[in-house]
């Protein structure tokens, strides 16, 4: 049996919900065993509030990678940088760290999310633009969800063949299994769920739905997720006089989150977060649920 490939991923914490760690969870145990992964934990932890926290927490992440590199052989360094102005720099660090501990590793960048701004405004800042087509030079593959963002860095002469277009995955069993034993849909169920941040556009949702409740009396809307955004969404949810056929639900996950997807009949994410490819929208298109998005 061959040795397997030792592998660094560089992500937020595992234990944090969301669709990237869902992609890292399922990704790793399909490598398996052909791969050996370590994940190095980095960004913001739970409770961190304070530019001086977050600088010293910052600054000790960059701190314990860098030892974790002088005493451990990697063969792939992974790390998942969404393209916009407040994480990336943040992120090309690790990138840079790698190359001075490591430089006999592969060094991969997987964008999950994209902010076409961002783009513009590191195009329009020479130093800026200087930085970061340094940095991509300086890694052996790139990964995108979307053949126009590689033409974007196929435009600023990042060469075309270390880009690679990659299509995201879910778990598609469980999803299965949940819809054998499901009689039917309930037509007038419609679902958001996302992290709960204003750029994902819950407000709009909450107030999209007390519209339509005239005209459809029975509708009902699922609110699933958590985060920073949810006192002020449950406050609208009351402004707007809709709490008897709202539910927030929490953040959901497994079989419970695929059930709900699959007894829906719309799923809404107006979304003007930079995002790649949810997903929470792969997953509810595989369950057949007409889609509402940005």
């Known amino acids: 049996m061959s040795t397997p490939i030792t592998a660094l991923i560089v992500a937020h ?3 944090a919900p969301g669709g990237v760690n869902n992609f890292l969870r399922i990704m790793r145990r399909k490598m398996r065993p052909r791969v050996a992964s370590v994940r190095f934990a980095n960004g913001r932890r739970h409770g961190e509030k304070g530019r001086w926290k977050t600088l010293r927490r910052l600054l000790w992440d960059y701190l314990r990678f860098a ?8 063969g792939v360094i992974h790390i998942n940088p969404t393209l916009d102005l407040s994480s990336l720099p943040r992120e090309m660090v690790f990138i840079w760290l790698a190359k001075i501990f490591q430089p006999s590793a592969k060094r991969m960048l997987f964008f999950r999310g994209w902010d076409w701004t961002a783009l513009e405004a590191i195009e329009r800042s020479s130093l800026k633009k200087k930085m970061f087509l340094a940095t991509l ?12 963002f590689k033409s974007a860095l196929v435009r600023h002469g990042i060469a075309a063949e270390k880009i690679h277009v990659v299509s ?4 598609g069993d469980t999803l299965a299994a949940v819809q054998a034993k499901m009689p039917a849909k309930r037509p007038h169920l419609l679902v958001f769920m996302s992290r709960f941040l204003p750029a994902k556009g819950g407000g709009l949702v909450l107030e999209a739905f007390a519209d339509i409740l005239s005209d459809y009396p029975d509708a009902e809307l ?6 920073p955004d949810r006192p002020r969404l ?12 709202v539910q927030f639900a929490g953040y959901v996950g497994g079989e419970r989150k695929m059930t ?9 994410l107006p979304t003007r977060h930079p995002e790649g490819m949810p997903n ?12 509402i998005s940005t």
């Open 280 to 291: 929470a929208i792969l997953e509810a298109m595989a369950a057949g649920d007409v889609i």
């Open 260 to 268: 709900l997807l699959a007894e829906a009949s719309m799923f809404l």
């Open 13 to 15: 914490d595992a234990r």
């Open 222 to 227: 699922v609110m699933a997720g958590d985060g």
């Open 168 to 171: 995201t995955m879910f778990e």
């Open 234 to 245: 449950e406050a609208l949810r009351d402004a707007l006089g809709v709490q008897a056929r």
């Open 137 to 148: 030079h300086n890694v052996d593959a790139i990964l995108l969800l979307s053949s126009r």
């Open 67 to 74: 030892g974790l590199l002088r005493r451990r052989r990697f």
